[in-house]
């Protein structure tokens, strides 16, 4: 059964930094893509970061030089370190995994999410 766990959320101050972690089982990371998304309260699912099963990472513009995606294989986990965090990073962030990077309707799973409130 496929499941993806994402942890390490949560309250910090504008500027400060977190890192998500999206803990997989079920099947090998390494065959996969997984992608970070997020919600924020009003507004539609967007992407984040990605990266594919051959290690290709890409990000939102937005957000490239802020946001670091990475993988450990032997952990079966994927993360996302955010640093100099904004207001409006605040969001539900998911990871999802499918056998490529691609937009939030075409990614087969998903996991609960983990929210990141950036404020003072």
């Known amino acids: 059964q496929v499941q993806l766990v994402e942890s390490g959320g949560g309250l910090v101050q504008p500027g400060g930094s977190l890192r998500l972690s999206c803990a997989a089982s079920?099947?090998?990371?390494?065959?996969?893509?997984i992608g970070w998304f997020r919600q924020a309260p009003g507004k539609e699912r967007e992407g984040v970061s990605c990266?594919?099963?051959?290690?290709?990472?890409y990000y939102a513009d937005s957000l490239k030089g802020r946001f670091t995606i990475s993988r450990d294989n032997a952990k079966n986990t994927v993360y996302l370190q955010m640093n100099s965090l904004k207001p409006e990073d605040t969001a539900v962030y998911y990871c999802?995994?499918?056998?490529?990077?691609?937009?939030?309707?075409?990614?087969?799973?998903w996991g609960k999410g983990t929210l990141v409130t950036v404020s003072s």
């Open positions: 079920g099947f090998t990371l390494d065959d996969y893509a």
């Open positions: 990266i594919s099963s051959d290690g290709s990472t």
């Open positions: 999802a995994a499918d056998e490529k990077c691609q937009a939030p309707n075409g990614m087969e799973y």
